[in-house]
């Protein structure tokens, strides 16, 4: 039987692929289907925690918002129950594009499952060749963790040595890791709507990390002893108060990705000098669109966006006092910088 064959090597590993002389169209484009998933790139969650480190990504996005990357408005799909499906496409000229595919899902919880799964895909943009698939929901907790810490960076105060971290689920210990490497705390506060979950991670957190970390029950203390707080539920009501703050804390809100969804009050936004990671979140989150149509927030108030610090283009904290809030709602340059360094890191490793 006359055959060719179709071969590959990248990072070590080759393919090899055997077609029929004379296949049926159909045929075709299953062969050349599956011959291109198997010379993509698969990147799981494994290799991800061993690619990708907080300082190094952290750096990567910071010199990554100072150059053209394109980044379309997020596509926000409903379906099935309060489930929703995003598709967040970025890509940068001549370099690499990529798409990241996730499904939110919060009533997973209540069956053990993950709220949040996805995949995201890289292709380089010259040719429009893809070239790996990764893990989308710990792409996506490393991306968004490291940029609230780069954005702390900016707007923290300096000598901040207790964080408070809101929340328990899967983005917490990457949000608690990340900030940790832009400020040395001396103590991590831990509150959860559910104290054996918020104990859990203070163990887990403080084994890891050698330090103190301490579940508190009431959220208003801890608030009030924290000088960063960071904030990562699917809250549909506030749980920051603004009467609760105290002058020269920074507040990094960053589970509210629906206009019904909000985490921190009014009071809270009108009290803080506000900074975005996109515009779009000004419709997409009720933290802001709330308090916009309470005519506390404007658009010509926010003080400015993560791209705008890291430019240079905006001041980010003029005094000691000044209480700074940052809500970040997602970017697909985020995704798209990740795993373009976890991409070529591969490469050089493996």
Same mark, same amino acid.
Not at 71 to 77: L, S, V
Not at 204 to 214: F, G, Q, R, Y
């Given at each position: 039987m006359n055959a060719r064959s179709f071969r590959r090597d990248d990072f070590g590993f080759s393919m090899q692929l055997r077609v029929l002389k004379r296949p049926s169209q159909g045929s075709i484009m299953i062969i050349w289907t599956i011959a291109y998933l198997c010379m993509m790139l698969l990147i799981s969650d494994y290799h991800l925690h061993r690619l990708l480190d907080f300082p190094s990504l952290i750096l990567a996005l910071e010199e990554g918002f100072r150059s053209d990357i394109v %980044?379309?408005?997020? =596509? =926000? =799909?409903a379906f099935g129950e309060d489930a929703t499906f995003l598709l967040m496409p970025a890509w940068q000229e001549g370099g690499y594009l990529g798409c990241k595919l996730i499904t939110v899902k919060p009533l997973n919880r209540g069956s053990g499952l993950p709220s949040i799964q996805g995949l995201y895909l890289l292709f380089n943009a010259e040719t429009g060749e893809p070239i790996a698939q990764m893990d989308g929901p710990v792409l996506t907790n490393y991306r968004t963790a490291a940029a609230s810490a780069l954005a702390a960076d900016y707007l923290a105060p300096k000598q901040a040595e207790t964080l408070l971290m809101v929340g328990t689920g899967s983005l917490a210990p990457f949000l608690i890791r990340a900030h940790q490497s832009v400020r040395q705390y001396r103590q991590i506060l831990i509150w959860g709507r559910q104290f054996e979950k918020s104990m859990l991670l203070a163990e887990?957190? &403080? @084994? !890891?990390?050698? /330090? +103190?970390? !301490?579940a508190l029950q009431d959220l208003r203390l801890a608030v009030e002893m924290a000088d960063v707080i960071t904030v990562a539920t699917l809250s549909e009501n506030p749980l920051i108060q603004g009467e609760w703050l105290k002058p020269g804390q920074h507040i990094d809100l960053v589970g509210s990705y629906k206009p019904h969804m909000r985490e921190a009050d009014s $009071?809270? *936004?009108?009290? &803080? +000098?506000? #900074? *975005?990671? %996109?515009?779009h979140a000004l419709e997409e989150t009720g933290d802001l669109r709330i308090p916009m149509e309470e005519g506390v927030l404007s658009k010509q108030s926010i003080s400015g966006t993560l791209i705008d610090l890291c430019k240079k283009e905006v001041t980010a904290r003029k005094s000691e006092? !000044? *209480? %700074? /809030? #940052? +809500? @970040?709602?997602? =970017?697909? @340059? !985020?995704? $798209? *910088?990740? @795993?373009?360094l976890a991409y070529q890191k591969y490469g050089s490793i493996y």
């Open positions: %980044t379309p408005q997020r =596509h =926000h =799909h887990n957190m &403080s @084994s !890891e990390m050698n /330090l +103190k970390v !301490e $009071l809270a *936004i009108e009290r &803080s +000098k506000v #900074f *975005i990671d %996109t515009w006092g !000044e *209480i %700074t /809030l #940052f +809500k @970040s709602v997602g =970017h697909a @340059s !985020e995704d $798209l *910088i990740a @795993s373009v």
